[in-house]
T-cell receptor, first 115, second 111 residues
Framework: DAGVIQSPRHEVTEMGQEVTLRCKPISGHDYLFWYRQTMMRGLELLIYFNNNVPIDDSGMPEDRFSAKMPNASFSTLKIQPSEPRDSAVYFC?????????????FGPGTRLTVL | DAKTTQPPSMDCAEGRAANLPCNHS???????VYWYRQIHSQGPQYIIHGLKNNETNEMASLIITEDRKSSTLILPHATLRDTAVYYC????????????FGSGTQLTVLP
């Protein structure tokens, strides 16, 4: 099992550019989560999906952020236009929504730097 | 989800048991206690969870007090690779909602 896969691992871009982060969840998992981690705010949820449908996007900071899950094996988080304050580590996690085993498995993260 | 309180940092000697406390005095009857850890520059990693009985797996043991207002994560023989931030999270299992991370405890295992 390859675990949750995220790409790229590092992204450096200039303010105003579009950024797309990618995630491949663990096969068979029906929940997918996007988190962001900064020194100031710690780990916080941005959005999560169940069976490819967005369930809670209340953590998405602004309209500049959007997330999609076109199929069970792929999700994207897009920031357009990017700003320096978006610099953070973005984690994707997936889980199987069973009552007893809904452990979330995290990917290695994408470290985003917006100059 | 119930609020948790953890000490900001702890040290432990390599090879000794690391006991990480967590207070969750407002926990409700259907809320589980979860522990995750985050090694520097990596994604959070699940360790263990429990409802009211003590639990043990290959990584750690979880001791929950009888009134469920506090718990302790025990790493029986800490190694340098156990140096990480440890998060105690209280939530309803199976709700599939997000994990709400607090500040956690920075555990440093000393050689």
């Amino acid at each position: 099992d390859a675990g949750v896969i995220q790409s790229p691992r590092h992204e450096v871009t200039e303010m105003g550019q579009e950024v797309t982060l990618r995630c491949k969840p663990i096969s068979g998992h029906d929940y997918l989560f996007w988190y962001r981690q900064t020194m100031m705010r710690g780990l916080e949820l941005l959005i999560y999906f169940n069976n490819n449908v967005p369930i809670d996007d209340s953590g998405m900071p602004e309209d500049r952020f959007s997330a999609k899950m076109p199929n069970a094996s792929f999700s994207t988080l897009k920031i357009q236009p990017s700003e320096p304050r978006d610099s953070a580590v973005y984690f994707c996690a997936s889980s199987w929504g069973d009552r007893n085993t809904d452990t979330q498995y995290f990917g290695p993260g994408t470290r985003l730097t917006v100059l | 989800d119930a609020k948790t309180t953890q000490p900001p940092s702890m040290d432990c000697a390599e090879g000794r048991a690391a006991n990480l406390p967590c207070n969750h005095s407002t926990i409700s009857g259907n809320e589980y206690v979860y522990w995750y850890r985050q090694i520097h520059s990596q994604g959070p990693q699940y360790i263990i969870h429990g409802l009211k009985n003590n639990e043990t797996n290959e990584m750690a043991s979880l001791i929950i007090t009888e009134d469920r207002k506090s718990s302790t994560l025990i790493l029986p023989h800490a190694t340098l690779r156990d140096t990480a931030v440890y998060y105690c999270i209280v939530r309803i299992s199976g709700s599939a909602r997000q994990l709400t991370f607090g500040s956690g405890t920075q555990l440093t295992v000393l050689p």
